[in-house]
């Protein structure tokens, strides 16, 4: 069938499911332990449903979760944001707070597919999904969120470097929901930087890398990290940036030395997209160039020239 004739529309067709939609969380967890463990929650069904209409995923009952009230927003907290599960990567890119506060995460939710996907996909849905190649689980590490959970047995959080176990693995436990996730904010002396390589503008990364660095009065570096996407089952910390940066001026020397050491410490796999080798060689350019905007704007560098 011809996908340009609007005459002659797609037409897809999803396995049968139940499909409820309690109006409290307390209903969602009752109703997700009353159908473990098969049931699936149901926020943006931006991943979830193209699964289920490719017949990779069959759940036999959906809880969609659109209707909870609390689950959606952002808003400011001691040192940073929450925002709430159910806040679609369209807020996430156009929020003023968001924009000013933590502005690699509108930077990030840019990125991600096409405006009809932003609309209707949320932060919950993709840090549940956990794609090792996409946007949030990437910057949500690098930035070192913490992840909220609850469940029949209560709440809980979850540091990032923890939350994220495999590919399309997580730390959630049957019967559990992530209600949000809390970020610090950026600025003043702290920069980012974002730098992904993809064949078209909005698919998803091939390899990409969010970094974060703080810098102190005499422009030493206090904190820092790196994190890179798309070279492993989950997003990958890198610890020798932050040994090689604390403590240190930067320079493009240093970092350039920062991003050397990278290719040793990840273990890309090979795919129809790209090379192990060539992952690994591209793991080196985007650490280098997410690294030279974060120094930058934390002011410990010039700009980069383009
Ligand atoms: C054409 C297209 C292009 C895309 N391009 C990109 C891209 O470039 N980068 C990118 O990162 N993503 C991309 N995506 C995926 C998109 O970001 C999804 O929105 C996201 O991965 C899932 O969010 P969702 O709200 O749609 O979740 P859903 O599809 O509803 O759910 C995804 C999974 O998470 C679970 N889940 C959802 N919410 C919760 C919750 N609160 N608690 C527990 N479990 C939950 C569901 O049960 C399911 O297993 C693309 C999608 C499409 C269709």
Known sequence: MDRGDRSNPVVVYL????????????EALTALEAHLP??????????LLPLMSLGLARPPVLID????????GVAETDGGLRIGALTRHHTLETDALVRERCPILAEAAALIGNIRVRHRGTIGGSLAHADPAAELPLVITALGGTIEVQGPAGSREVGADRFFQGYLATDLAPGEILTGVRVPALGGSTGYGLAELVRRAGDFAIVAAAACVTLDGARRCVRASLALGGVGPRPSLIPSAEALLVGRGLSSRLIGEVADAVPEEIEPESDIHASAEYRRAMARVMARRALQQAAARAGGLPPARA
Do not use: M, W
């Open 38 to 47: 098969d049931a699936k929650i149901l926020a943006g069904g931006q991943s």
């Open 15 to 26: 396995p049968p499911f139940r499909y409820h939609a309690p109006s409290t969380l307390e």
């Open 65 to 72: 979760v659109n209707g909870l009230p609390g689950l959606d």
